[in-house]
């Protein structure tokens, strides 16, 4: 299997071109995203022919832990790079397609742009356990309650605000709110310090990875909570341990955008 190994922030993926088999099982993603003796990704990208006419290409999300998931932020910045470069950058702006709806995509110079849809926050979409739709949740974790904003970029997000992201409990939190009974597909988890209405510095443990140095989704998540607690303006500068977002979003009914670098690291065969 031919691959390109990809990053955005230092958030890395493999992207390549579905096998005539279809896609490699659960067990070789596993070994292949083991940094120690595979290639080594938060999560891998594979490339099929369009669904949706006027799409670029339809791509599925597989976790390290070899579970198919439904979007990535930075994997689809990282996609509109790739698919840039590969056709000779006959067009800067397409359509990509994935299990999470349709994406928008915009490639200008080294920074890479993608609309993520609207945000959801109904808890259904999710999907999440609740009676209703609400800005804060507490949620039970172990002897404690934590408060959470609950949101769908396409995948599921939980948000904890805290007022230091460097002491923040992402290690003890995370696996217990990612694996928690009221999400039945698991969450995402981001825990974020509002520095002021511009700006907030975030850490995200995501489902079925861990910890990683930056994750898409998990930026437009955070916003989209702090904006609608009236935190946040419309548009965002988001740091996390690989470097720096920017996301905007106008409000209710509108697209978020994130935009970042995206680079390619190296090209190599595997056997899958």
């Not at 579970?67 to 056709?87: D, P, S, W």
């Not at 970029?153 to 990612?178: F, Y």
Request: proline share 8%; with cysteine; hydrophobic share 35%.
């Amino acid at each position: 299997m031919r691959f390109t190994k990809m990053h955005g922030l230092g958030n890395d993926f493999i992207i390549f071109d579905a096998p005539a088999g279809g896609p490699p099982g659960a067990e070789s993603i596993r070994r292949l995203a083991d940094r120690y003796t595979g290639i080594g990704f938060d999560q891998a990208l594979m490339l099929e022919p369009p669904r949706r006419k006027g799409s670029a290409v339809y791509y599925r999300i597989f976790n390290a832990d070899g579970r198919e998931v439904e979007q990535c932020g930075n994997g689809a910045r990282c996609i509109a790079r790739y698919l840039y470069e590969k056709n000779g950058a006959k067009s800067s702006e397409f359509e990509l397609d994935s299990p999470g709806g349709p994406i928008h995509a915009k490639v200008q110079g080294d920074q890479v742009s993608v609309a993520m849809g609207v945000p959801d926050f109904n808890p259904a979409s999710l999907p999440f356990e609740a009676s209703g739709e609400a800005y804060v949740y507490p949620l039970a974790v172990g002897d404690s309650e934590v408060e959470i904003g609950a949101v769908s970029i396409g995948n599921p997000h939980a948000v904890i605000r805290v007022p230091s992201v460097d002491d923040a409990p992402v290690a003890r939190l995370g696996p217990a709110i990612e694996n928690h009974p009221r999400f039945p597909k698991r969450t995402n988890v981001g825990f974020m310090e509002v520095v002021d209405r511009a700006h907030i510095r975030l850490r995200v443990h995501e489902r079925g990875t861990g910890e990683t140095r930056a994750c898409g989704t998990g930026a437009c998540a955070a916003v989209a909570v702090g904006r609608r607690h009236g935190l946040l303006d419309a548009k965002v500068k988001v740091d996390l341990p690989g470097g720096r977002l920017h996301i905007q979003w106008k409000g209710p009914g509108e697209p978020i955008w994130i935009t970042g670098p995206a680079e390619k690291a190296f090209e190599g065969d595997t056997a899958i």
